[in-house]
């Protein structure tokens, strides 16, 4: 049963699995995010190893003892990061080599090392007797050396699996967990990988398109390996993640391939973007195809649409200009929406949509032509036209389509689905012309 | 001891501590942060109560199962977010009632809710049957009604702990989540708060700001009970945390109120929100007082800076319209800027500016005309005028102001700063007018 783990013994296991834990009290504030551990993980997916959990504790001894003794039976490898300094905060080397039952010693090399490091930075003074705190490591530990910092890392084995220290700051950690991942952990690890894609998808909502992939989802756990699948709902689309693990690459993509394929047979062109793209990405590459320009009449969306039109390098090869017409008469000086229209209609009509798309398009001579007005709230909705009435109208010289839409949530999220929703009219409109 | 809590026996403890799991394997993906936290966390410090620990696992029952029963000893309340939609993925609710050994039952007036909700929204099919899923709680939980999705939350005691079920949608969770902390959760915290301000800065560095708030940082080190300060670096903006501890709110906010009084003597005029407002909000807020109108022609900004001033509820008291000129042509034919002064001086300039503040402002007859024009990038830059360059000009009837910025950072940070910047320049316009 070579190169096989066995859990029970201390032979070393095959590595497959990863918990994180990101130590420091500031992490445990509203102010900050453990942002390593999505570091961590990319390198670890790298050589198949799978993040199944991972927690941020303090700088308490007890809690992080505590959480140790949790995670360690449920991991190959537990990855420590931050709480390596030299002040008495710094707590990870003591309650690991405490939850381990290990002793700390002093690694008197490393304590030479802290020491001509210090010189060399041209301090005067010696080395404050804090710092040799670095040097005082678990019974044990092998040190990883640090190139960019005081602080080094430890590797530990308990019981077959890999306990790696490793200091927060990213600039010191980065390079030491690279170095790692291509090393001794990538000799250690299955040889095996994790890939995974993202389906965009907009126009459905989650529990229906949960139900029409079910057959797919089937199909996909009972390929060899298997494909996972997760769905996940966003503000005006949905996202399914593919992913699987493989002992070949080149075979786990092309798995990956067929099953965005099949995914593509059921949903069609709901489906926006499955190589990572925004919804403004897309268009604006389906606008480039046709040769198109496009501007937009924005009222309620206040302009949001055209800047994520132009979050998009290269957009000035579709996008020329664009007009926020908020109050009614800018509706009528700017773009020509006749008064008597609005009085008749109501500025959030399908109406005045349709005649702020048409006048933008003429009096930027564009291709596209994009009318967005609604009410975003929290204020001015009415029994018949609620706070997130939104009415959308886009005109080529040949096709037109409009729409009156109701959103839900906050001024922001009506304006952000309101944007998603002319983005995505516009796309399925270039698609057919 | 009526009122203080036994953590051994299943006396409601008074709530100090918190443990918060979210739930998702896209939350263990290099693609995804658990940012829920950092809001549950604001909330309950508001109350007195600390976060001891954070965790994420995935849609696995069994890990989640495992790490409930891990942290379940160390906190008085214990908050789970998301995985209770209506998939096979959404484990949470059975995974719960696995680890507390409870039954699952329908709750068959929260089946009809939801029957309820799903034809309001106008869907022509009935309810998909796993919608129901939503309805199977924990046996003994509280339903919390969700007013703005599906999944309702749930509440269930736990030995004198409180856990709690909140959906992962952010707009979901906060409401509900601010219900509970102003209700019953207040009820049985201990009465201390921990209370924070953000004072939020503009035009300065961060080290320089640092420096000089020294004398500050070890005056409040000295308060009883102290002052604690963090300085945060933003896109854009600085931003100064305080946070005391108090069992006395009103002299908890006295004492911050101070400390802000302080802050703002040494920073003067850079600080330009105390009271959570971002900057679109301040200005508005700047130009109701003044009674003023704002216009923007936007270039490399693309209708960012409307968007941001037309995120604030009532914008419409002072923003009628703006224009986005992304080419020359369209500077010229909506703004009147001369084709010969792009010629001269380039699109990105302090002329062409100040003729597009100038000209916006006179074409839609407002107070404050706003010009930008900038090289937002990857492209387009030149050795004299690199990406990041951004000219801006700001005119009222009676002042102009105009400045050439050097931004850094990719295309949405350029495009970010740009905005910031401009709005910060009409800000401090209106203080002196």
Redesign the interface.
């Known amino acids: 049963m070579a190169g096989v783990s066995d859990r029970r013994s201390g032979a070393p296991h095959v590595l497959s699995t990863a918990a994180i834990i990101a130590v420091g009290s ?1 992490l ?4 900050r ?1 453990d ?1 390593n551990s ?2 961590i ?2 390198q670890l ?1 790298a050589i198949g190893v ?9 700088d ?1 001894g007890d ?1 992080l003892t ?2 140790f003794n ?2 360690r039976s ?1 991991a190959d490898v537990i990855v420590f990061c931050g709480g390596l300094g030299p002040t008495d905060d710094d707590i990870t080397r003591e309650a690991v080599a405490a939850a381990l039952g290990r002793s700390i010693v002093e690694d008197e090399s490393m304590t030479e090392r802290l020491r001509a490091r210090f010189a060399a930075r041209g301090f005067a003074v010696p080395m404050p007797e804090s710092n040799r705190r670095q040097a005082m490591v678990p019974h044990g530990a092998t040190v990883i050396e640090n190139s960019r910092g005081s602080a080094p890392g430890l590797w530990l084995e308990d019981g077959g699996r890999v306990v790696l220290l490793l200091p927060g700051p990213p600039r010191e950690l980065r390079p030491m967990l690279t170095a790692l991942v291509a090393g001794p952990l990538k000799a250690r690890a299955s040889g095996s990988v994790l890939l ?1 894609r ?1 389906m965009k998808i907009a126009g459905r ?4 398109t ?2 029409v992939l079910q057959p797919l989802y089937r199909e996909w756990e009972q390929m060899t390996p298997p494909i996972g699948a ?4 966003q ?1 005006g689309q949905i996202e399914l ?1 593919l ?1 699987t693990r493989d002992s070949d690459a080149v075979r786990a993509v092309q798995r990956l391939d067929s099953a965005v394929a099949r995914g593509t047979e059921v949903l069609g062109e709901d489906i926006f973007s499955v190589d990572g793209r925004p919804l403004e990405h897309v268009v604006g590459d389906l606008l480039v195809e046709r040769g198109l320009t496009i501007a937009v009449a ?1 009222s ?8 994520r ?3 998009i ?4 090869r579709y ?9 009614n ?2 509706k009528t000086s ?1 773009l020509g929406v006749p008064a008597e229209m609005i009085a008749e209609h109501g500025a959030v009509s399908e109406n005045v949509a349709f005649a702020m798309a048409d006048g933008i398009r003429s009096r ?1 001579g564009v291709g596209v032509g994009v009318g967005v007005t609604g009410i ?4 001015g909705g009415t029994p018949q036209k609620p706070v997130g009435t939104v009415a959308i109208a886009a005109v080529t010289a040949r096709v037109t389509r409009s729409h009156v839409f ?1 959103f ?6 009506v ?1 952000f689905q309101a944007s998603q929703a002319a983005l995505d009219m516009v796309r399925r409109m270039l698609l057919v012309s």
Request: contains cysteine.
């Open positions: 500031e445990l504030t509203p102010l995010l942002t999505l570091f993980t990319e997916n799978d993040v199944v959990t991972k927690a941020v504790v303090g308490s809690e505590h959480l949790a995670v449920r995974r993202v909502i989650e529990s229906q949960d139900e997760t769905i996940l709902a503000l993640h992913f924005e309620c969306t206040g302009g949001l649409i055209t800047s039109l132009t979050d390098a290269g957009s000035s996008v020329q200009e664009s007009v926020i017409s908020y109050s008469e800018a700017l930027s975003a709230g929290p204020s109701r839900s949530g906050e001024r922001e999220q304006k």
